[in-house]
Nanobody, 125 residues
């Protein structure tokens, strides 16, 4: 049974930093693509950053240069380091994993089969 458990969300002032963690279990962690998505209040879920099965990363334009995705296979944990946070980064952040290996880069939610419960990030101005 695949489980993804996010942690690390919270409230921070603009310009601050947070690191989100996603603890994964129930699958071969090193294999599938994984990513972070977010859903701002009243908006659709959007891709933030992802890592395909070959280690290639993708970032949404809105977070490039500020967010960094990393993965620790030994700890079965995916991270999202978020720096220079802005109020528009306020959202529920979700960790996601694909069912199979993905050789291509993607930030589309439809490419990911497994989802965590989400963690709230609030950035105040």
């Amino acid at each position: 049974q695949v489980q993804l458990v996010e942690s690390g969300g919270g409230s921070v002032q603009a310009g601050g930093s947070l690191r989100l963690s996603c603890a994964a279990s129930g699958f071969v962690f090193s294999s599938p693509a994984m990513g972070w998505f977010r859903q701002p209040p009243g908006k659709e879920r959007e891709g933030v950053a992802s890592l395909n099965s070959y280690g290639a990363t993708s970032y949404a334009d809105s977070v490039k240069g500020r967010f960094t995705l990393s993965k620790d296979n030994a700890k079965n944990t995916l991270y999202l380091q978020m720096d220079s946070l802005k109020p528009e980064d306020t959202a529920i952040y979700y960790c996601a994993a694909a069912r199979d290996r993905l050789p291509f880069r993607t930030l589309l939610a439809v490419d990911f089969a497994y989802w965590g419960q989400g963690t709230q990030v609030t950035v105040s101005s």
